[in-house]
C-alpha cells in the first residue's frame, strides 16, 4: 500500500489551524491552504474536498463569518474572518492540542 506524500491531519487540527491562520485578517479558502502549506513548510497541504465544508461548518458554529468580495486576481472569492466566538475556540483548541502533545511525548518518552 503506497503511503500518501503527506500526512493525514489529526481530528480537529484543521479548525485550529484554520482559526490560527486568520488571526492575521480575512482570507478566501485558496489563501488559507497555500497559507498552511507555507507555514508548515510544504509539510501539510489541505484539500479542497475537506477545507470548504470545515469551513461552511466553522460559520455555522459562529466562529467565522463569510462575505464575498474580490481576489487578488480579480475572482470573486469568498472571505473568511474569525470572529470572538472563533478566537475563544482557537484559544481552547489551541490548549487541548498542547496538552495531547506534551502528554504524547511524555509516553514516547518512556515507553
Known sequence: MKQPEYPELLPGTLYMMVLR?????????????????????????????SLYPALNRMVVKGWLTAEWGVSENNRKARFYQLTTEGAKQLEREAGEFDRLVRAIQLVMKSA
Not at 485578517?25 to 489541505?46: D, F, M, T
Open 21 to 49: 491562520t486568520l488571526t492575521r485578517g480575512p482570507l478566501h479558502g485558496y489563501a488559507i491552504a497555500k497559507r498552511i502549506k507555507e507555514a508548515s513548510r510544504e509539510g501539510l497541504v489541505v484539500e479542497e474536498g
